[in-house]
């Protein structure tokens, strides 16, 4: 069984910083994909930043330039670097590891932690 737990959220002021974290525990494969999205109120889920484990990462056009994703094979830990945070970026954000197994797709998530930007 695996297990996402996420810190880091919060409330900031519109320009400031927030730096989330997410620790994977129990069996994962290795050839796997974390990733954050986010869900704001009325809204669908959305992928916000995604990182293979080899380095290779996709953003969402809205948080280019302002958000890193980076992660540590070896803790099983996938970190997102918020800057320039808007009152838009304000949702709950998710921990996200996708793999496949077998043609068996698998997908975990975190509880989710919350991000309020005020302007």
């Known amino acids: 069984q695996v297990q996402l737990v996420e810190s880091g959220g919060g409330l900031v002021q519109a320009g400031g910083s927030l730096r989330l974290s997410c620790a994977a525990s129990?069996?994962?494969?290795?050839?796997?994909?974390m990733g954050w999205y986010r869900q704001a109120p009325g809204k669908e889920r959305e992928l916000v930043a995604k990182?293979?484990?080899?380095?290779?990462?996709d953003y969402a056009d809205s948080v280019e330039g302002r958000f890193t994703i980076s992660r540590d094979n070896g803790k099983n830990t996938v970190s997102l670097q918020m800057n320039s945070l808007k009152p838009e970026d304000s949702a709950v954000y998710y921990c996200?590891?996708?793999?496949?197994?077998?043609?068996?797709?698998?997908?975990?998530w975190g509880q989710g932690t919350q991000v309020t930007v005020s302007s």
């Open positions: 990182i293979t484990r080899d380095g290779s990462t």
């Open positions: 129990g069996t994962i494969f290795s050839r796997n994909t």
């Open positions: 996200n590891v996708h793999t496949s197994i077998l043609a068996t797709i698998y997908d975990y």
